[in-house]
Nanobody
Framework: QVQLVESGGGLVQTGGSLRLSCAAS????????MGWYRQAPGKQREFVARIFGSGSTNYADSVKGRFAISRDNAKNTVYLQMNSLKPEDAAVYYCYGNAAGYNYWGQGTQVTVSS
């Protein structure tokens, strides 16, 4: 059973920065892609960013140029550096890790952006 634990959420002013972390444990398989989704109240969960074991990345258009995803394979940890935050970035951020074709999810961390 893979467990993912997020940290780093909180309250930040518009234009500020936060760094989210997600540590994975318990996987007998190497995690393939890892990444982040987010869900704002009343909205569907949406893709934010992903990073593959090779280091290649994908981003949602809404965060390109502001967010940066990275991973430490030795620590099975993925990070999301969020800069120039906007009120519309406020959401619960969920990390996931793909192992053996199955996506495992963290419990989520709240990001609040004040205007």
């Amino acid at each position: 059973q893979v467990q993912l634990v997020e940290s780093g959420g909180g309250l930040v002013q518009t234009g500020g920065s936060l760094r989210l972390s997600c540590a994975a444990s318990g996987s007998r398989f190497r995690l393939n892609d890892m990444g982040w989704y987010r869900q704002a109240p009343g909205k569907q969960r949406e893709f934010v960013a992903r990073i593959f074991g090779s280091g290649s990345t994908n981003y949602a258009d809404s965060v390109k140029g502001r967010f940066a995803i990275s991973r430490d394979n030795a620590k099975n940890t993925v990070y999301l550096q969020m800069n120039s935050l906007k009120p519309e970035d406020a959401a619960v951020y969920y990390c996931y890790g793909n192992a053996a074709g199955y996506n495992y999810w963290g419990q989520g961390t709240q990001v609040t952006v004040s205007s």
